[in-house]
């Protein structure tokens, strides 16, 4: 079983932003944009998440000609994610770290 990445305030936030629909599926920029982390703290973020287990990954199915831009690689909770993203995120707005911070 793979080791449960640390969690810093910035991993709080990545987890967070998969909460907010069911089976939401976001890429790297999408995660970038919503909690205002620089991509090379978000990469590797998702990277350990994705080692972890706690996301899983595939390219969308788009012709890069058509599109203008390389496929995107979209990342989703997978079932051991939501849990432990609700159980930690849960665990820090017990303890009073629920304010504004993770907006």
Not at 20 to 46: E, H, N, S, W
Not at 64 to 89: C, F, H, M, N, W
């Amino acid at each position: 079983m793979p080791k449960e990445p640390r969690l810093t305030l910035q991993s709080l936030k990545v987890l967070k932003s998969f909460l907010g629909a069911r089976g939401y599926k976001a890429c790297g920029a999408d995660i970038v944009r919503q909690t205002g982390l620089f991509p090379g703290t978000a990469y590797p973020i998702l990277a350990r998440f994705k080692d972890a287990g706690w996301l899983s990954s595939e390219w969308e199915d788009v012709d890069a000609s058509d599109a203008g831009r390389p496929p995107r690689l979209y990342y989703k909770l997978t079932g051991v994610g939501q849990r432990i993203a609700r159980e930690r995120l849960s665990e820090i707005a017990v303890l009073g770290g629920g304010g504004t911070q993770w907006a």
